[in-house]
């Protein structure tokens, strides 16, 4: 069993590893990714990038996307003398166009401008250095203007399936060249470093020596966007920056300081509604793709990256998380497992939230609190069907033993020296504390024992059998049944250790038609004199339960019998029982009803009285034991 155990735990690492490695998870740990950062605290972006945005306005004062170039000369012409470090087009030149000449002798003049490109990448196109493959170029820089510019960078997204822009390719590949990701080139360009000193790892991209970009193994990089795009990066209207230049060239008073733009990167870009590069991000449902190019170039310039867990390591935190969850499962109940499990899912989130929001390092997050939750419901599963089983097994051994203990009793009906006897007993659980006997005497006597022992269950019946079995020892020593009791007593004072058993001995002598009772501790019994019209409550205790002191004492009360006299012995269990309502059946029910049926055999006496305990306590709980012992004298007999 211990052995299936270490295979079983074995397994469940295994297969977490399985799960963690294959990325079975992926939608949900990007659901996860986006809740991360929409509720991370904000944090502000390098004052130095700004956004010249192509929007609605622009379009409605100079006409439909693509713009005459002419207004992009103006812009560049207006930056370039306002002392912008950089000019980044976020826009595709791949069509000529006849005032490309100008537009690019404006871009060589400025020699600060940076332009656009778009490539098909191959599926599956992942070279062994981490570049993505591309098979074909869907928005190349035309002629002259690939040759004015001071930088190409590549515009590539990748898309999820749920149609959110989460992360770019660093590098693209298209034949013998390699291009850079436009906002990458941006910010290694604002820093000075070189691009042919640039070192790949599995993990990470190296520069200048000492400066580092992490990405994934598949060479693609977290876009880290800063906020949503209404809150972050400074925002200027493309046709405004044009509108203050002109104003300041004719001698007006722009409304627009053109000196905001001195040493900045001026990210352009499309952001009109209804255009084609607008996407989905974790913090918007609508992203204009410039943006996402100033994010990078924003999170490069302020090392600020998100960085995924690496695989193995991911692998060791979820394999200590499920070895934990099994700890806690399999060393505390049920609902301190639960209590357990909910702290653990909770501390995990609340470390995972904390060191990506001020880290920037990315777990996951669903997959581990998925495995806490199916330990969690395992083991509940499994300490079910153990307990089930062991409930079983213990109902089986319980049948046995209630067999066992109905092979002490003698039958439930009797007739003998012109006396019937019924007798029945209903457990509470599978075996009963409360017992009986009917022993055959000398003579034409008969001993009718009735006991209760305290408490119920196994313990009660144990001490049932040992009881009985005194009973039947001490009962042939002596005719007096007070003195039965006392030996009776003696025996069992020792053994008990602070249990007791309540009981109630007669002797019917039918041929003299008496009978003589002692009772220790018990319910009077109840006479049905054929000759009275009312029951009659008779032998009452005359000394205590037996077992509590060895020094007890009991006293015997004899009585005539005549034919039809009836004797009801009983144990608490009668007239304690309860009805939904807390009502208890009681004495005077129980001599009513046995009052009604006074007339009746001994059998429907018996059956019936069981019948209107049963109704008057409908569904409730039996909480007691319930023994009878219901006895007619027929009259004297000779034998």
């Known amino acids: 069993m211990k052995h299936l155990g270490v295979v079983i735990v074995l397994g469940g690492l295994l297969c977490v590893a399985a799960l963690t490695l294959s990325r079975v998870c992926e939608p949900q740990e990007l659901a996860v990714y986006d809740w991360l950062m929409r509720t991370r605290p904000s944090s502000p972006t390098h004052p130095d990038i700004v956004i010249i945005e192509i929007s609605d306005d622009t379009l409605k004062s100079l006409g439909r996307w693509p713009l005459p170039r ?5 812009l560049i012409k207006a930056l370039t003398e306002s002392g912008a470090r950089m ?12 005032i490309d000449a100008e537009f690019a002798s404006a871009i060589k003049e400025s020699g600060r401008v940076y332009l656009a490109s778009a490539f098909r990448i191959k599926p599956g196109g992942l070279n062994s250095d981490r570049t993505h493959e591309a098979d074909e170029i869907l928005g190349a820089v035309s002629e002259p203007l690939k040759s004015a510019a001071a930088g190409i960078g590549q515009v590539n997204i990748f898309v999820d399936g749920d149609g959110k822009a989460r992360r770019v390719p660093l590098w693209v590949r298209h034949g013998n060249r390699l291009w850079p990701s436009l906002g990458f080139l941006a910010a290694v360009e604002c820093l000075g470093y070189s691009q042919e000193k640039i070192i790949w790892r599995s993990d990470k991209v190296i520069f200048n020596d000492n400066k580092s970009i992490p990405i994934e193994p598949k060479g693609v990089l977290w876009v880290n966007y800063p906020g949503q795009w209404v809150n972050t990066f400074r925002h200027f209207s493309y046709v405004d920056v044009l509108k203050a230049y002109v104003a300041g060239k004719s001698g007006a008073q722009p409304w627009l300081d053109m000196s905001v733009f001195k040493d900045k990167i001026c990210f352009v870009g499309l952001t009109a509604a209804g255009t084609s590069d607008l996407r989905a991000t974790p913090l918007d449902t609508i992203y204009p793709m410039v943006g996402a190019q100033a994010s990078i170039c924003d999170s490069i310039l302020r090392e600020a990256f998100i960085k995924r867990i690496s695989p193995w390591v991911k692998v060791l935190l979820h394999s200590a998380i499920l070895l934990f969850a ?6 505390c109940a049920p609902l301190a497992a639960l209590i357990g499990c909910g702290a653990l899912a909770l501390g995990y989130s609340a470390a995972g939230w904390l060191i990506f929001s001020y880290r920037g390092i990315l777990p996951d997050m669903f997959l581990p609190l998925i495995v806490v939750g199916i330990v969690y419901v395992v083991i509940l599963f499994r300490n079910f069907f153990n307990e089930a089983r062991k409930r079983q097994l213990l109902e089986k051994e319980l049948e046995i033993a209630s067999a066992i203990q109905r092979s002490f009793l003698p039958p439930d009906a009797c007739y003998a020296y012109g006396v019937e006897i019924r007798a029945m007993l209903e457990p509470a659980k599978f075996v009963a504390g409360d017992f009986y006997d009917i022993i055959a005497l000398e003579g034409s006597r008969l001993g009718v024992f009735i006991g209760d022992v305290c408490g119920k269950g196994v313990s009660a019946a144990l ?3 040992q009881a009985i079995s005194f009973l039947r020892v001490v009962s042939q020593q002596s005719l007096c049944p007070a003195e039965v009791l006392k030996l009776l007593n003696t025996r069992l004072e020792g053994i008990l250790n602070g249990r007791f058993v309540t009981g109630q001995y007669i002797i019917i002598d039918a041929k003299e038609g008496i009978w003589e009772g002692a009772c220790a501790g018990h319910p009077p019994l109840i006479l049905l004199d054929s000759a009275k019209d009312l029951p009659e409550e008779f032998l009452p205790a005359s000394g205590p339960p037996l ?4 020094t007890a004492s009991y006293a015997a009360v004899k009585r005539r019998l005549k034919a039809g006299d009836k004797i009801f012995m009983y144990t608490d269990g009668w007239t304690e029982g309860r009805n939904r309502k807390g009502e208890e059946f009681g004495v005077r029910r129980l001599k009513e009803a046995l ?3 006074r007339n009746e055999s001994v059998p429907v006496i018996m059956s019936s ?3 209107r305990r049963s109704a008057f306590e409908g569904n409730a709980p039996q909480h007691d034991d319930l023994t009878a012992i219901l006895v007619e004298f027929k009259g004297t007999q000779d034998k």
Do not use: N
């Open 70 to 74: 002419q207004f992009h000369i103006t």
């Open 87 to 98: 000019i980044v087009f976020d826009a595709l030149f791949s069509e000529p166009q006849g």
């Open 326 to 331: 099994l700890m806690i499962c399999l060393k």
């Open 463 to 465: 001490i049932m059998a």
């Open 547 to 550: 077992g509590i002191t060895g």
């Open 595 to 597: 009052f009604s049926l």
């Open 609 to 611: 009285i069981a019948a």
